[in-house]
């Protein structure tokens, strides 16, 4: 028989006779894509990095199935938005002055930054290469690992989907998160909660009904805790709207006279133990990303500036910002 019909007729009788791809094969076998999740009879396995491969998993961690490699490169030439820019990491130990160039993600817009209690760093970003979604890249310890954002009880991964999220921690430790979504007419600003534990600021439940209505499109929330509650800052229509809550569940419109000039919008900020409150925001309102630093020491009720140039020239204004023992962190976008 000539070589090659015997190869064809050996594959063919292998095929034949092989095994169905389930059991132990199926789950612990190779897989080609980090983050996939299957079922095999009614247990869950996830695709995992083991070394330098990839091979099915027991999902015994309840996180293993939202773990997503970081995107590297565009995929998306010419297109507008999460698919162009990347966030990046910088420090600094004066609040003003920051540098370094860390690469979180990719194809990641919408920044947003959150030290919590336990000592993590939470990156929150819009996460273009894996559906548009919200993402969040948790540093503790060292290890940075990527994850997509879960919210149980409403849907924000069909589109339109959620975006814009913003991260504060509650009093308790859980971690609250703030975003825009659009269901049937103008977007809103919802919220949902996290457990503490190992999916605190990760996996979160639905808070039910909506943050903000503004009775109009809004997008880009910025929230941040205050002395008599809480304040939010979107973008509505291209000006600035600010927004209070005393349990940070239910926002009420107010005035922006909380800055000297009311046009001023804060694309992200930080509230420090001692109380002070920083954000990162233009007097150019939404549109503007001039990077300008101004604080509060009354706890939210006024706010001066205190230093500018955050955002690099040319970049876009998003920026996340916060403090963790010692260190300011600030989180960018940057044109990839």
């Known amino acids: 028989m000539p070589r090659r019909s015997f190869a064809a007729s050996l594959l063919f009788v292998t095929a ?75 420090s600094s130990t004066d609040g003003t002055s920051f540098a370094g160039n860390d690469a979180v993600m990719d194809q990641a817009g919408v920044p947003n930054l959150l030290a919590a209690s336990d000592g993590a760093l939470y990156a929150y970003y819009q996460d273009w290469a894996n559906g548009n979604v919200m993402g969040v890249a948790v540093t503790r310890n060292g290890v940075r690992t990527h994850y997509l954002v879960r919210i149980d009880g409403i849907d924000t991964t069909s589109m339109p989907q959620g975006v814009d999220p913003s991260a504060v921690q509650l009093s ?6 703030y975003w825009m979504m659009s269901r049937g007419g103008p977007s809103k ?45 979107v973008d509505r229509g291209g000006t600035a ?19 000297p000039n ?32 101004f604080e ?12 500018s140039g955050l955002v690099p020239p040319g970049a876009p204004a998003d920026t996340g910002l916060t403090y963790l023992n010692g260190t300011w962190w600030l989180l960018n976008s940057e044109r990839m």
């Open 296 to 307: 509060s020491n009354d706890g939210g009720r006024s706010y001066v500036q205190i230093a």
């Open 189 to 233: 600003i919802y919220s949902a909660t996290s457990t503490t534990g190992a999916t605190n600021g990760i996996v979160f439940t639905y808070d039910g009904g909506v943050a903000f209505d503004a009775g109009t499109m809004v997008f880009d929330p910025t929230v941040v805790r205050t002395a008599s509650g809480w304040s939010m800052w």
């Open 172 to 177: 308790d430790g859980r971690i609250r998160l």
């Open 262 to 293: 009311s046009a001023t919008f804060p694309w992200g900020g930080t509230t420090l133990p001692d109380g002070r409150i920083r954000v990162v925001a233009s007097v150019r309102g939404p549109g503007g990303a001039d990077g300008l630093l």
């Open 16 to 90: 034949l006779f092989a095994p169905p791809a389930h059991g132990t094969q199926a789950s612990t076998g190779p897989c080609t894509k980090q983050g996939a999740v299957r079922a095999v009879k009614k247990v869950q396995y996830v695709c995992t990095k083991s070394g330098k491969r990839l091979a099915w998993r027991r999902a015994t961690d309840p996180l293993a199935s939202l773990v997503v490699p970081r995107t590297v490169g565009a995929m998306r030439p010419g297109a507008e938005g999460p698919a162009i820019v990347r966030v990046v990491l910088r």
């Open 241 to 259: 709207q600010h927004a209070t809550s005393t349990d940070g569940l239910t926002f009420v419109a107010a005035d922006n006279s909380v800055f």
